[in-house]
């Protein structure tokens, strides 16, 4: 199976993480980690190091960070490049983990678990628009 890591800012990776597991359920093979306030860099390095080493069974991980290019993304991209089997995506949402948490249950292929990732996150950001309803008028009363 395809591991996942969870990573963001203050508590973004447990906060979704608690998302993910009420409406999936509970998840093998995967691990957050929190940048907290108090972490450096070195701490939030040792933490992710911990949590990969913890899916190091798993033929690939991909890690979910916050933001693209925030602290979480770019420590996540130095600690996994190295190890070869680690692809990190930015912008992550709830929609698009939810997906990837059951889709890899059954998909194997780690450039489409990406693919499925990126286009769900993608499609789930909208505004709804409001329109205005006519009501008919009735003659006979109510």
Same mark, same amino acid.
């Given at each position: ?5 969870? %990573? $963001?800012?203050? #508590? ?7 998302s993910? #597991? +009420?409406?999936?359920g ?11 306030? %108090?972490?450096?860099l070195?701490?939030?390095? *040792?933490?992710? #190091?911990k949590?990969? !080493? !913890?899916?190091k069974? =798993? ?23 190295? *190890?070869? #089997? ?7 949402? +709830?929609?698009? +983990? ?7 249950? /059954? ?8 693919? %499925?990732?990126?286009? %769900? ?8 628009? /409001? ?6 008028? =009735?003659e !006979? $009363?109510?």
């Open positions: 199976m395809i591991g996942l890591l969870v %990573t $963001g800012h203050a #508590n973004f990776g447990s906060g979704i993480t608690s993910v #597991n +009420l409406i999936a509970e998840q093998e093979d995967y691990r957050y980690v929190d940048f907290l306030p %108090t972490y450096s070195e701490d939030l390095s *040792r933490e992710l #190091n949590a990969l !080493d !913890d899916l069974d =798993c033929e690939h991980i991909l890690v979910f960070a916050d933001l693209v290019g925030g602290t979480p993304f770019r420590t996540a991209v130095e600690v996994g490049y190295p *190890r070869g #089997n680690v692809t990190v995506i930015g912008g992550t949402n +709830l929609p698009m +983990l939810l997906e990837v948490s059951m889709t890899r249950k /059954f998909e194997d292929d780690v450039e489409e678990l990406v693919k %499925t990732a990126l286009q %769900t996150g993608s499609e789930q950001v909208l505004k709804y628009e /409001f329109q205005a309803v006519q009501q008919e008028e =009735c !006979d $009363g109510i």
